[in-house]
């Protein structure tokens, strides 16, 4: 069993820059492919970024350039650097867990663990 616990949201000005972090407890990292989506209210949980569990990051298209994937595997934890915020960056933001099987995953079917979310909201 793997329990994850986000944290960093808050309320930024468009241009600027958050980071969010993804903890893991009950279990190591080590191993764990790990996702980060988002969802606004009434649409569908969106993928963001993924990271493999020794190497390889993807990003969905509209965050590429701006956000940056990364794991600390000695602290458990995975961060979510979000540079040059947009107004349509708004969302909670989840990050989910799998143990890697060699490919990516961008559904949040594929995701067996999941964090409770944090809040993002970017002014304009």
Known sequence: ?????ESGGGLVQAGGSLRLSCTASGRAFSGYAVGWFRQV??????????????VGT????????R???SR???E???YLQMNTLKPEDTAVYYCAAIYDSGTYKY???????????TQVTVSS
């Open 58 to 65: 993807t990003y969905a298209d509209s965050v590429k350039g």
């Open 41 to 54: 209210p009434e649409k569908e949980r969106e993928f963001v970024a993924a990271i493999r569990w020794s």
């Open 76 to 78: 458990n934890t995975v």
């Open 1 to 5: 069993q793997v329990q994850l616990v």
């Open 107 to 117: 559904t949040p079917g594929e995701y067996r663990y999941w964090g409770q979310g």
């Open 67 to 69: 956000f940056t994937i």
């Open 72 to 74: 600390d595997n000695a």
